[in-house]
């Protein structure tokens, strides 16, 4: 049984017209009839027990954003769960996953969850190949706590240090944001990923603060 779903989070479903676009229409086309209907929940409210979700295709103009209802889940990967470990041997040596060996070494000591998202996160989940030789490693940091911005400089000169280009995106219990802009804006302003839309904001932990100034 499926639990609670987060952002991120890799989700099997039960046949391929389990989701429906944003349009109002299947997202059918976009799922490849020959694999399991994997998708990724994205951000977004929890309206009528749908679930938003989007969908990725063969091909990268072959993406949509829907909604499916959790009864349709019948398994769920967080980014948590995703380590190169579950890749193919044949695929390892694409700079994507070398990336995220090099990162898997370097965070062992870290004391928050990560995982990666993008194509290696879904290609990691599903098994489907969704990686390319050119492609950038989206790394998930989930962050409860406050990160100082010395703790988050250091984090980001180390993730520079890669083989491969890393996007990072933080995880709050409040938003997302990236720590690239985090660490080379603080304190200005930042633009903060929540439920209800993007804001700008400099506090990504309590973006109420932001409200009143």
């Not at 990923?193 to 109420?208: Q, V």
């Amino acid at each position: 049984m499926v639990g609670t779903l987060h952002v991120h989070d890799l989700i099997l479903l039960r046949t391929e017209s389990a989701v429906i676009s944003t349009e109002g229409v299947s997202a059918y086309p976009y799922l490849n009839l020959n694999q399991r209907p994997w998708v990724v929940v994205r951000r977004g409210r929890i309206l009528d027990g749908l679930i938003p979700v989007g969908v990725r295709g063969t091909q990268r103009h072959e993406r949509c954003a829907g909604f499916t209802r959790l009864s349709e889940a019948i398994e769920s990967r967080r980014p948590d769960q995703l380590r190169l470990r579950l890749a193919e041997d044949s695929r390892r040596a694409l700079q994507a996953f070398r990336t995220l060996s090099y990162l898997e070494s370097h965070l062992a000591g870290l004391d928050m969850s990560w995982g990666p998202g993008g194509s290696v996160g879904y290609e990691l989940a599903a098994g489907i190949p969704a990686v390319r030789a050119d492609s950038d490693l989206d790394f998930i940091l989930f962050a409860p706590r406050r990160l100082d911005i010395t703790e988050a400089r250091d984090l980001w000169r180390m993730i520079g240090g890669a083989p491969g280009k890393v996007d990072v995106l933080v995880e709050t219990p409040c938003c997302g944001f990236s720590l690239e802009e985090f660490v080379t804006a603080s304190p200005r302003r930042i633009l903060l990923r929540t439920s209800e839309g993007r804001i700008l904001g400099s506090d990504p932990w309590n973006p109420s603060n932001d409200e009143d100034s």
